[in-house]
C-alpha cells in the first residue's frame, strides 16, 4: 500500500543508501502564510559590515563598491598567516595523528550594495556576472600552487546560521580537497571504470529521461531534484556542456547557468512567499594542476526546510549514523516547486 512511498534509493555520487519514508509525511498542510513577515529590511544599514562605505572589524573600510566586492575574510577559517606546525610534530601516535597548518585563502563575495537584495531579486545578468567573478577567483586561485580547491559556497537565512541578511557568499581556498568533491571524483572514476561512461552525463540522461524532477531548464542548463536527493527541497543544476570548473565557462553559458539557478530560488522563495533558506556550494574539481575530464562542475542547494515552515531536523540517523532518512519524494518535492506560480519579469 505504500508502494513508491517507501523505499531506498542508492546515492551514486556518495556511495551510500537514502531511505525515504514518505508515506509518514501525507498528512495535508497549507502552503505559504505560515511565515511570519520579517519586518522591512533597509537597503542600507549603518551598521552592517558588509554595506558600502562601512568599516569592518579591525578598520578596514569597504570602498563605495557598485557591483560585486570581494575581500579576505577578516576572520579566516583557514589563512596564510595561520601558525606553522613543526615538522616534529606533525605526525604522532604512532601515525594515526596528523596535524597541518590551516592554510589557504578565506575571501567574502558581496553580491550587490544594497543590504536588501537576495539574488532571487537580481536579473539572471547581474547573477551572471557575480558567477564570472567567482570564474575570476578560480583562475587565481588555479595560479596559486598552495591552493588545491576552492569551495565556493552561501549560507543563506538565520536557519542556515546567517545573521547578517547582506546578500553574500564565501570561498574557502584551501590546501586540501574537500569530501565531497573527492567522493565525487572517486565515484566518477569507478564508473568510468566499471561502464566506460561518465557518472554525471548519466545522472542527467537520467533526469531528463524521467523529467518528474526536473524544476527549471533553458538551452544550456537543468535543474533537478535528483533521483536520490537526501533534502526535500535538494537540487543539482548543471550547464548542459560538461565543464570541470567555472576556469572554462564561456559568459553565454555562465548566463544560461544564472537563468535556471534564478528560476529555481525564486521558486523557493514563491513557495513559501519569503526568503527561502539554503545552503548552496559550487561543485567543482580541484585546481591542483591536475587533470579531471570527467568532472562536471554544478551547483548543489541544500535546504534544512521539508516543507514550508517545517525544518527537517538532522539526528540520530543523519548525524549519527551517517544516512539520510527522508521523508518526502524528489518526485513530489519537484512537483510542488513546478507548481509554483511564478510571475514573470
Ligand atoms: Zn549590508
Redesign the pocket.
Known amino acids: 500500500m505504500h508502494e513508491g512511498k517507501w523505499e531506498k534509493r542508492w546515492h551514486p555520487l556518495r556511495g551510500e543508501w537514502v531511505v525515504y519514508a514518505a508515506h509518514r509525511n501525507s498528512r495535508p498542510w497549507t502552503t505559504g502564510k505560515n511565515q511570519v513577515p520579517a519586518a522591512p529590511v533597509p537597503a ?2 549603518p551598521t ?1 559590515y ?2 558600502p562605505g ?1 568599516p569592518r572589524v579591525h578598520g578596514t573600510q569597504n570602498p563605495d563598491y557598485k557591483d560585486v566586492y570581494i575581500f579576505d575574510n577578516d576572520h579566516p577559517v583557514v589563512g596564510p598567516h595561520a601558525p606553522a606546525i613543526p615538522d616534529d610534530q606533525q605526525v604522532t601516535g604512532n601515525g594515526l595523528y596528523r596535524r597541518e597548518k590551516a592554510g589557504g585563502v578565506a575571501r567574502v563575495v558581496c553580491y550587490d550594495p544594497r ?1 536588501n537584495v537576495t539574488l532571487s531579486d537580481v536579473p539572471a545578468e547581474q547573477i551572471a556576472r557575480v558567477f564570472a567573478a567567482w570564474r575570476e577567483q578560480m583562475q587565481e586561485f588555479l595560479a596559486n600552487p598552495a591552493i588545491r580547491y576552492a569551495l565556493i559556497f552561501e549560507n543563506k537565512g538565520e536557519l542556515c546560521g546567517v545573521s ?1 541578511p ?1 546578500p553574500h557568499c564565501q570561498i574557502y581556498a584551501t590546501d586540501f580537497v574537500f569530501t565531497h568533491a573527492r567522493q565525487h571524483l572517486s565515484a566518477a572514476e569507478a564508473y568510468r571504470k566499471e561502464k566506460n561512461g561518465n557518472i554525471f552525463e548519466q545522472i542527467i540522461q537520467n533526469e531528463k529521461a524521467d523529467g518528474r524532477r526536473i524544476v527549471a531548464e533553458n538551452d544550456g542548463a537543468i535543474a533537478f531534484i535528483p533521483f536520490f536527493a537526501r533534502y526535500a527541497y535538494e537540487m543539482m543544476i548543471f550547464p548542459k556542456r560538461r565543464h570541470a570548473t567555472l576556469i572554462t565557462m564561456p559568459d553565454a553559458e555562465l548566463l544560461d547557468l544564472a537563468g535556471v539557478f534564478r528560476e529555481v530560488i525564486r521558486r523557493y522563495d514563491k513557495l513559501i512567499e519569503g526568503s527561502f533558506p539554503y545552503v548552496m556550494t559550487v561543485q567543482q574539481a580541484p585546481v591542483d594542476g591536475g587533470s579531471y575530464p570527467d568532472y562536471h562542475l554544478h551547483l548543489s542547494i541544500l535546504p534544512p526546510l521539508r516543507q514550508p515552515g517545517l525544518i527537517k531536523y538532522l539526528a540520530g540517523p543523519e548525524t549519527g549514523g551517517g544516512n539520510f532518512m527522508a521523508d518526502t519524494l524528489p518526485e513530489e518535492k519537484a512537483e510542488e516547486l513546478r507548481g509554483v506560480k511564478l510571475l514573470s519579469y
Open positions: 542600507y544599514d552592517c558588509l554595506c562601512n543590504h547578517n547582506h
